[in-house]
């Protein structure tokens, strides 16, 4: 069974400050992470992904994700965060033995204020 | 290339009645997916067609819910009969199929009030 863990479920920044939201995961085998962003009243939409390679993973709109696996973690992260930045990021993965789906967190929804 | 898309995009039902939820997923995708999205449950898978045949029936949602691909553009999630605690956002989602690190492409939601 694949879990997938968000520890914040609300983080509140100013514009220009950096930000880093938190995923962990539980998974025994190969796996895919990714993230996604949902804006208010839409569907979600991809940001980046990670199988292998360069655990830092680089995104849209100047986000990156670092996988690291004796954390088992995916935290994603963006240096200088504008107000249309807000909006709920979910973490997901997907396992090998499992093609195709994937198993959402929570969700953290990240408020920038001007 | 059109995204995925989803209609109604709201839709107001009373207690027992069958409504039908309608999904195009982007041309090509042989994957589909529905969840739906509450604000206590999160997103929840409730089924997975794989070049039409179904995958994963959503386990839970069985008994009301019935997901359907009747041809490799459309789809639809019918629901029957409604209950209140059915009221969320529906979501349909595609993907190439190809293996566990496509992309999925969202459409914008279909939300549903069960009164």
């Known amino acids: 069974t694949q879990t997938v863990s968000q520890s914040d479920a609300h983080v509140t920044v100013f514009e220009g400050d950096s930000v880093e939201l938190r995923c962990n995961y539980s998974y025994g085998g190969s796996i895919y992470l990714s993230w996604y962003i949902q804006h208010h009243g839409r569907g979600l939409q991809f940001l980046l992904k990670y199988y292998s390679g360069n655990p830092v993973v680089q995104g849209v709109n100047g986000f990156k994700a670092e996988f690291s696996k004796s954390d088992s973690s995916f935290h994603l992260r963006k240096a200088s965060v504008h107000w249309s930045d807000s909006a709920v990021y979910f973490c997901?993965?997907?396992?090998?033995?499992?093609?195709?789906?994937?198993?959402f967190g929570r969700g953290t929804r990240l408020q920038v204020y001007a | 290339d059109a995204g995925v898309t989803q209609t109604p995009r709201h839709e107001v039902a009373e207690k027992g009645q069958t409504i039908i939820l309608k999904c195009e997923p982007v041309?090509?995708?042989?994957?589909l997916f529905w969840y739906r999205q509450t604000k206590i449950q999160g997103l929840e898978l409730l089924s997975y067609?794989?070049?039409?045949?179904?995958?994963?029936d959503g386990g839970a949602f069985k008994d009301r819910f019935k997901a359907e691909m009747l041809n490799s553009s459309f789809s639809t999630l019918k629901i029957q009969p409604t209950e209140p605690k059915d009221s969320a956002v529906y979501l349909c989602?595609?993907?190439?199929?190809?293996?566990?690190?496509?992309?999925?492409?969202f459409g914008p939601g279909t939300r549903l009030l069960v009164l």
């Open positions: 041309s090509g995708h042989n994957d």
């Open positions: 067609f794989r070049s039409k045949s179904l995958m994963e």
């Open positions: 989602a595609s993907s190439l199929g190809t293996g566990g690190q496509d992309t999925q492409y």
């Open positions: 997901a993965v997907s396992g090998t033995q499992v093609v195709g789906q994937l198993t």
